[in-house]
């Protein structure tokens, strides 16, 4: 502000004093030139008056042609009058001169073309200012001509030197060179009241225009006067109050535009013209694990560097068309996206880009899941269906006449039919739990009882297979709060798992054991009862053991099939164990062995849930 108020107030008084000072000359030299003007016409009329009374007695002399008398005359006028007197005749001889002895006279110069004599014969009269060549002094010069019967017989000149005038007029200029510097001083002083007197509203305005451009309208400037400038300062508190209101309406629009986007489920990412982004919002900064305070004002590359998404993004801007396209990204986490792409307009090419992005990627699972589940469940229907076909077209085309083959092939037909009551059963009990339509009587009971039950089932099963059962459960385990008929469905598919996939000779082992909540826990705030089975089978990949609790999901379909499993068991375990607020876990090693595990919450002492 000081640096402009300065430079203004500098312009503005050198400019008040450049006119000060040029009036100032102006008048300087216009009085002193008067000054000068006066005194020398004033000289010269009293100069010509001298020269017309000294004619008359210069001219009966000039006739006697006697130069001793014109000389001792001339000296005689020019004591009286005090000035130097010359007669010169008509051819320009000088014959007498006041300051010169008659010798000194005959040697001065022809007169006849100086200024002044050849004005007198000319016009009657002639005055000159100028250098005395004789004596060498500034003179002031006039002669006027001498006649007898009208005609000119000689010139009579009268000077006199102007050095009393020039100390007159030296002394007039020094007094008017001290006036004009006193009044360049005032006028100094003058402007420079004045021009604080109109730059400081301006360096007012200048500062509070700043504050407006940093966004700070608080300031307001006083008007003191109803002059222009006190009108430019309301005009500028109009225009700050006004652009106060527009800039909070904006403020206020943005936060809603910012607080719509932020709250949108889909990803909203806006690029301009040079590939850098100008916006992004909290949804797509999830999909692609980035801040927006980092990522905006970067290029897209740097941001996310996916060549398909950098295609589609150069597409639009080329193009300038609407482009919808399905994209998938591996980092930080692979995921299926639907990017709707539209051009932002510009006046000739398109200004950027501005993407919607759907993450589609549960929905693209889900669409697998069903295709993969209608094709399992009409394989898994299929094969039964068929056995059943062909051996019933063998039976009615006569082999049901044939006892000794028709009973073993209506045994497989039962078999078959079995399986197939069996699919269905898992089928229905699946759809209900996923769907929450399953009921659970939870009911504080012993886990130990149930698991006696169940190994009661699978006894004669494990002497058959030569398959050790063992059951390791503490006689202090508390009851646990479950529905039991559940929990007995839940330890037949562990069981009949192990069973199935454990050779000869190995070992199945049941144990429970009390377990404390962690953190991590659905509910951390209750204890809960963890159950293990454990074989010693021959084990599942390790690339198949996050899928293995998926519908229909088998590591070994044929064995599975030609054991009569669904591929159903794991998945009904699973969402029983949530549905009691337990959880699932399965270790396994392959040719080695499985274990799975589940847990489930302890029964709250004196109280009963249905």
């Not at 320009?92 to 002895?101: I, K, Q």
């Not at 209506?410 to 339509?437: A, C, F, M, Q, Y």
């Not at 054991?513 to 089978?537: C, I, K, N, R």
Request: glycine share 8%; with cysteine.
């Amino acid at each position: 502000m000081s640096r402009i108020e300065g430079g203004f107030q500098r312009k503005l008084i050198g400019t008040y004093l450049l006119l000060v000072l040029v009036i100032v000359a102006v008048a300087g030299v216009y009085l002193l030139s008067s000054l000068e003007r006066t005194p020398i016409d004033r000289l010269k009329t009293s100069l010509q008056a001298q020269a017309q009374l000294m004619s008359n007695e210069v001219n009966p002399a000039l006739l006697s042609r006697d130069a001793e008398q014109l000389q001792r005359l001339a000296q005689r006028l020019a004591q009286q009058v005090a000035t130097r007197v010359t007669v010169i005749e008509a051819g320009g001889r000088v014959l007498a001169d006041s300051e010169r002895t008659l010798e000194q006279v005959a040697l001065m110069d022809n007169h006849l073309h100086r200024p002044e004599v050849q004005a007198a014969i000319t016009d009657g009269v002639g005055s000159v200012l100028r250098q005395s060549d004789t004596l060498g002094v500034t003179m002031l010069y006039l002669a006027i001509p001498l006649r007898q019967d009208g005609v000119i017989t000689g010139v009579l000149r009268v000077a006199m030197p102007l050095s009393d005038l020039s100390r007159d007029l030296a002394l007039i200029r020094h007094t008017l060179v001290i006036g004009g510097l006193i009044a360049l001083a005032a006028a100094a002083v003058l402007g420079f009241i004045f021009a604080r007197q109109v730059t400081s509203p301006i360096a007012e305005m200048t500062a509070v225009a700043r504050r407006m451009a940093d966004g700070d309208f608080s300031r307001k400037i006083s008007a003191v006067s109803s002059d222009e400038i006190g009108q430019l300062g309301n005009a500028l508190n109009l225009m700050a109050k006004g652009l106060e209101d527009r800039l909070t309406a904006l403020e206020e629009e943005r936060a809603k535009g910012a607080a719509i986007l932020d709250s949108m489920v889909e990803g909203v990412l806006a690029v301009d013209g040079m590939n850098r982004i100008l916006f992004i919002n909290a949804s797509a900064c999830r999909l692609f694990n980035i801040s927006s305070v980092v990522a905006e004002g970067r290029p897209f590359l740097e941001v996310i560097r996916n060549k398909e998404m950098l295609d589609l993004l150069n597409q639009t801007l080329r193009e300038g068309i609407f482009a919808p396209r399905e994209l998938h990204i591996f980092t930080p986490v692979q995921r299926v996206l639907q990017v709707h792409a539209s051009p932002l307009k510009g006046s000739e090419r398109p200004s950027g880009a501005l993407w919607v992005m759907h993450d589609v990627t549960e929905l693209r699972r889900l669409e697998t899941a069903r295709t993969e589940f209608v094709a399992n469940v009409s394989h898994e229907l299929r094969t039964p269906l068929t056995s059943v076909r062909g051996y019933l077209e063998t039976l009615l085309e006569g082999a049901l006449e044939d006892r000794e083959h028709a009973r073993p092939f209506l045994e497989v037909i039962h078999k078959h039919t079995e399986r197939l009551g069996r699919l269905l059963d898992d089928l229905l009990d699946l759809s209900n739990l996923e769907l929450g339509k399953i009921a659970l009587h939870r009911r504080s009971m012993s886990l130990a009882e149930v698991v006696g039950s169940v190994m009661t089932i699978y006894g004669p099963q494990a002497t058959k297979q030569e398959i050790e059962l063992q059951a390791e459960l503490p006689h202090d385990l508390p009851c646990v709060l479950a529905d039991r008929d559940r929990i007995a469905q839940v330890m037949i598919n562990l069981l009949d798992n192990s069973f199935k996939f454990t050779p000869k000779g190995g070992t199945v082992r049941v144990s429970a054991s009390l377990t404390h909540p962690t953190p991590d826990t659905l509910h951390p705030a209750v204890d809960f009862v963890e159950v293990a089975v454990q074989d010693t089978g021959i084990g599942i990949p390790s690339q198949d053991l996050p899928r293995i609790t998926e519908r229909f999901y088998r590591v070994d379909r044929a064995r599975s099939r030609e054991m009569g499993g669904t591929g159903l068991g794991l998945a009904i375990v699973k969402h029983l164990v949530k549905a009691h607020g337990g959880e699932l876990a399965i270790e396994s090693q392959l040719n080695q062995g499985t274990t799975v595990r589940f847990t489930l919450p302890i029964a709250p002492l004196g109280k009963d849930f249905v």
